[in-house]
């Protein structure tokens, strides 16, 4: 399978530990260039620098993105609209209106789209997954606790530190839940969201499960932890050891090349950002 040219959007500190080597190793993929609003940072990432966005969208087939969600919903719909592919971060956008914008211009252009959803792309992740359906699960819990936001941290920026866990780890608590669980079909949910904030998430066919999201826990933390149960045995996940790039990669490139749409497309992050807004016009900021 010939590699796809992929541009890549934004070139901070994720961008150039994840995005930009993930993307350049191959053999799936090739980073075709970068465009970010700092074109001295884009030059430390290896590939050519584009100082108009249009010139980004000639020299590839597909864009990924390592922005803001208030940015990523802007340009998604400007890079649909040139008929890129689309591998889109999570969140989709920094708002409802914003995540339905993109995965309108993805229905309208079908272009292919895929969300970096990038705890369903490791190993253990999918061994859980079928272990979950096996058992029948009638309930589950998951904690996501990190230091993240507290000072210093490269993870400690504006748009994470105004909206907080919810929006940040919430789509990959949410989404792995959901899988394992079934569809959410509805969402409580009480606490800070700029501190602790729980769910109660209630899934398709009566299962419940419960979520504790927290990015500003200092000390030594126990790892991120999810769980479920059925009523013929358990599924345990946790911690995260192995690496979830190189099978993010490769099914984007053979999804661009084949075609048929990815489970975890933009309508997939329209469905968790509903969530997530139900949950946060619940919250008392």
Known sequence: MEPVAVGLIGAGPWAERAHAPMLSKGPHTRLAGV???RPEAAARLGAPVFERIEELFDACEAVAFCVPPAVQAELAVRAARAGKAL???KPLADSL???QRVADAVAETGVTSQMALSMRYTAASRAFLARCAEIEPIGGHAAAISGALLDGHHFATPWRLKRGALLDVGPHVIDL???ALGPVTGVRA???????TGLLLEHEGGAVSEASLCMVAGGERPPSIFA???RSGSAVLGPFEDDPKANLVEEFARTVRQGGGHPLDAAHGLRLQRIIAQA???LTP
């Open 35 to 37: 465009w970010a609003r």
């Open 87 to 89: 591998l889109l971060e």
């Open 97 to 99: 209106e914003g995540a």
């Open 177 to 179: 839940l959901d899988a």
């Open 190 to 196: 009480h606490g800070d969201p700029l501190g602790w």
């Open 228 to 230: 479920a149960y059925g």
């Open 280 to 282: 946060e016009a619940q």
